[in-house]
């Protein structure tokens, strides 16, 4: 049962319009049981009676039972309402979903087709197609139903687009389930709160409105009852019997008011939605530079990115995200991709999965996996990869965790899509997984959900659906950033253990040199969407090669002088659209000079095996060191 579930039945409002309807579904369809009467027959000594023992709810106009043809008018009111909620529900619903998770042009003609139906007045409308269907009323509330769907379809896209921004959205495409198992599994739970409250009301709209066409004689044609019509005969005679209006009239309005309290407690249970992010224009095509055509020749390498450039569309045109990016780790091998926030680290690594931001897309260059280029995979490749040979550790443990499945769900799913089984052997892995990960009493722990977990098993859930695929690559983008200081070492202690025991490479995003010189064998430095420096991770410490690792190493604590300032680098990293010409950290560096920003600085190796971006190199602290090692 989902918190949600929990939170509603603990409300005792709940359960009365949910008893009500019940109520008048089973009384309508039990109605040939329980009537007392016939719908039709007349009882000529008591016409227009009030409430009697023998019609507990009186007479109409020509003697019929008035309880007996509420019953009975309820087969057809609630039927129709019901076609309504379904032909919204499969227009509407589907459409809704489909366009705020599949984005691009789908979603634009979507948006499009919506505003028209919107200005179309549904009455109107509605009135043409009695005049030409006639007496086909389950075709007038399927056209109905139709007409009313586009208000369901906006509201249900503009949820779908917030979920779609969730991280265990794409921690689900990480590992590889395809597009109609993420939204069955993960985002239509989510949008289903938002679905029953719209759908609630609309509910008691569609019987309003089946109630109005009856009144006004387009409804189901006589003897047949329904709540309408018996209101409209009901109104022949209020001057003679006014109680007539009284059992139709409060059976709709309390059918009503009851879908109504149905969608105030599901919308209380379910409430927090954020807003979608805006639509950008159409992307461009990609291109690949013959740097980047290089690569794909063979490579010792287990990935390597060559020339790699990540562009952005958005409303005010295109910029990049990330540019030229030369990355390569070996099989086995732990590589550190470091910076500050803001840096471009994060989208690097997610280009590698597949997993640009809405709009983001790999303009130039190649990213060869053991010998495959991924820019050139067509989804469904590129799915099979994910979450097996590919895998991900988000960087906040808890909201990369679907929230309305338990951790044995999550992790079992990942574990029968990889190796298959029964239901069994899929939960005896979930274990092995959990205690593998050095999780405390796990049979207990996979019973738990995720707001359950503290950041530490959260985190360390994550690991164990990443490795539930046995990845040969493990890409951790800040995998401790959310966690104290005591999880920190375990989680780091746990990613050595496990890569020695497994052989995976790992590439770790971080801005904590302490997680890199205790993980990585080699680190690249990134600053505003650039590779500025690379060597092995002891001497990028030892012997930093670009100003922007040496402010940063200055600026950890413990190279602190005692009783001394701590020294910073002043600024900011500066927004991808606002990049300076030339060496992109020159307006922070203060050995900047004109030769700076007169254009593109090239990658230059003083040592080697040790790449640096910056003409000025030499300049350091210890540069005759370098000069002498260089030599």
Known sequence: MTEATKRMTRKPLTFLPIGYLTLLVLGSALAPVLAPYSPT???????????????????????????????????????????????????????GIAAGFLGGLFDRVFTVTVDVMLAIP???????????????????????????????????????????????IAAARVCGLRPAQIVVRHV?????????????????????????????????????????DMIAEAAAVVDRQAWLLIPPGVVLGLAILAFGLIGDVVRDATAGRTAPPPTPPRRAKRTMSPAGLAALTPSPAL??????????????????????????????????????????????????????????FVTTGVIVFDGMDLTRLSGPDLRRLRGTRIALISQDPANSLDPVFTVAQQVGELVRRRHGGTRQAVRAQVLDLLRDVNLPEPEQVARRYPHELSGGMAQRVGIAIALAGEPDLLI?????????????????????????ERGMSILLVAHDWKVVTTLCHRAYVMYAGQIVESSHVGELVGLP????????????????????????????????SAWPRGCHFAPRCRRATAECTEGPIPVLQPIAGHHTRCIHHAELPGGDHRDRASA
């Not at 009030?50 to 008018?73: C, E, F, K, N, S």
């Not at 990016?325 to 590589?335: D, K, N, P, R």
Request: aromatic fraction near 4%.
């Open 41 to 95: 027959a007349t009882d000529l000594d008591h016409v227009l009676s009030g409430p009697t023992a023998a019609h507990p709810l009186g007479t109409d106009a020509l003697g019929r039972d008035v309880l007996t043809r509420i019953m009975y008018g309820g087969q057809v009111s609630l039927v129709h309402a019901a076609i309504v909620v379904l032909t919204v529900l499969a227009v509407g619903v589907i459409s």
């Open 303 to 360: 990935l390597e990115l060559r020339d790699v450039t990540v562009s952005l569309l958005g409303f005010h045109g295109e910029y990049n995200l990330v540019e030229n990016v030369h990355l390569e780790i070996g099989a086995g091998e732990t590589v550190g991709l470091v910076g500050e926030s803001g840096c471009g680290k994060s989208i690097t690594a997610r280009a590698v999965l597949g997993l640009l931001p809405h709009g983001g």
């Open 545 to 576: 090669l670009h100003p922007y690792t040496d402010g940063l190493l200055g600026a950890l604590p413990g190279r602190a002088t005692p009783g001394g300032r701590l020294a910073a680098i002043p600024g900011s990293v500066p927004e991808p």
């Open 476 to 500: 951790a983008d800040e995998p401790t950033t959310a966690l104290d200081v005591g999880n920190q070492t375990e989680i780091l202690g746990l990613l050595r253990r496990l890569q020695a």
């Open 122 to 168: 549904v009455i109107m409308i509605l009135l043409v197609v009695l005049a030409v269907v006639g007496e086909h009323q389950t075709i007038v509330m399927i056209a109905l139903g139709v007409l009313v769907s586009p208000g369901l379809a906006r509201v249900v896209r503009g949820a779908t687009l917030a979920v779609r921004e969730e991280q265990y």
């Open 188 to 228: 239509l739970p989510r949008v289903a709160g938002t679905i029953i409250v719209q759908i609630s009301l609309l509910a008691g709209g569609a019987l309003l409105i089946d109630a109005g066409l009856s009144y006004l004689g387009f409804g189901a044609q006589p003897p047949q009852p329904t709540w309408g």
